[in-house]
């Protein structure tokens, strides 16, 4: 097998949305075959874990949304995210949707690391943060925006991991990352 990652030979838009881009391309794979897959381009997002307290600190708080997601079937556990906007940087991005969703600011973004959230079939990445220094801002939600930030220790929120009640990935992933890299 080559060390070609595959060539996009042709694309057939198939819907464009105001999230998503869905597109049937026809791609040459790595061993010279052709093939049709269907991708969801989108532009990706950033997401935000807001730790209150000190890095060092045994159990800091953190903030975590109670989200209702129509594809989740109902109300899940999440962090602040949102997609990035034209022009905007991921930093920018992590710190609206701090203030947006969770009436939040912080006096610093700390890189996590980033996710393919289901690279099966869409090109979505995550840039992941954590917020600390954090401050009172002003939540300003978008009309299809329902949720209920929860203040919570970061022990009670992997435990919400660990018993499968929060199972948002890319919370799961800012979560686990932050308590095994960052966390004292």
């Not at 996710?115 to 401050?135: C, Q």
């Not at 009172?136 to 919400?160: S, T, V, Y």
Request: glycine share 10%; net charge negative; with cysteine.
């Amino acid at each position: 097998m080559s060390e070609d990652h595959g060539a996009l030979v042709g694309s057939r838009t198939v819907h464009d949305g105001r999230v998503v881009h869905l597109s049937i391309d026809t791609v040459r794979f790595p061993d010279g075959s052709l093939g049709e897959l269907e991708l969801v381009r989108h532009r990706g997002a950033a997401a935000v874990l807001p730790i209150f307290g000190e890095p060092a600190d045994a159990d800091p708080d953190v903030l975590l949304l109670r989200q209702y997601r129509y594809a989740a079937g109902g109300e899940i556990y999440e962090i602040p995210a949102g997609i990035v906007e034209e022009g905007e940087s991921w930093e920018e991005c992590a710190r609206r949707e701090l203030a947006e969703e969770a009436g939040l600011t912080a006096a610093t973004l700390l890189p996590l690391t980033t996710i393919h959230t289901t690279p099966g079939f869409t090109n979505e990445r995550i840039r992941l943060f954590a917020a600390l220094g954090l401050g009172e801002g002003r939540a300003r939600l978008d009309r299809d925006e329902f949720l209920q930030p929860i203040r919570m220790g970061l022990a009670r929120a992997l435990e919400l991991a660990r018993s499968g009640e929060l199972t948002d990935a890319k919370s799961l992933v800012a979560l686990l990352h932050y308590s095994r890299f960052q966390g004292g």
